[in-house]
């Protein structure tokens, strides 16, 4: 049972234009979720967090919105930049446990 | 300080070896946590410590075996693993139990021969 779920493996956007990356969840207990950035060889790192009570949360050039009635998140990078190329996963939070989607490769081109 | 550290950062292991995976923080996190890896795949919830105590063992296999001997310190005792184990162990603190935002080191790449 996949709880978290993130259909798009990867994603290629120009540099400049916003990058997109979705996330569509069936757990009701979750109290937050996050967004995770991953380069390889390393781990997760923290990227920006929304709290099930809000819609949206925004801190510099990135933001995600929530959408409870669908169970649908989404992060939105503007502009993206080459920098922003990286795995992200998002993961849904209950209790301390987080439950990571599949992550989506996300590619910005110069 | 703000980092998560772990060592080995690679480790091949036969199948008959004992092992440990180590991890460090000096954050003041009162949370610890291990997860699994595997390639292509989203890191999976192995055990939570809350204030050095185990507070979520997710089903975990009694081959793995975690131990945390001070709230800077979490350990991953490995005996008697399977090739199927191969993945990356990641390491991760919190300021608090419960809250998500974690801290991730940068993980021990284990080789299961």
């Not at chain 1, 923290?46 to 801190?59: A, M, Q, T, V």
């Amino acid at each position: 049972d996949q709880q978290v779920k993130q259909n798009s493996p990867s994603l290629s956007v120009q540099e400049g234009r916003i990058s997109i990356l979705n996330c569509d969840y069936t757990n009701s207990m979750f109290d937050y979720f996050l967004w995770y950035k991953k380069y390889p060889a390393e781990g997760p790192t923290f990227l920006i967090s929304i709290s099930s009570i809000k819609d949206k949360n925004e801190d510099g050039r990135f933001t995600v919105f929530l959408n409870k009635s669908a169970k649908h998140l989404s992060l939105h990078i503007v502009p993206s930049q080459p920098g922003d190329s990286a795995v992200y996963f998002c993961a849904g939070n209950q209790g301390g446990k987080l439950i990571f989607g599949q992550g989506t490769e996300l590619s910005v081109k110069p | 300080d703000t980092e998560v550290i772990q060592t080995p950062k690679h480790l091949v292991m036969g199948m008959t070896n004992k092992k440990s995976l180590k991890c460090e923080q000096h954050m003041g996190h009162r949370a610890m946590y291990w997860y699994k890896q595997k390639a292509k795949k989203p890191p999976e919830l192995m055990f939570v410590y809350s204030y050095e105590k185990l507070s979520i063992n997710e089903s975990v296999p009694s081959r793995f075996s975690p131990e945390c001997p001070n709230s800077s310190l979490l350990n991953l005792h490995l005996h008697a693993l399977q090739p199927e184990d191969s993945a990356l162990y990641l390491c991760a603190s919190s300021d608090r139990p419960g809250a998500g935002e974690l801290f991730f080191g940068e993980g021990s790449r284990l080789t299961v021969l």
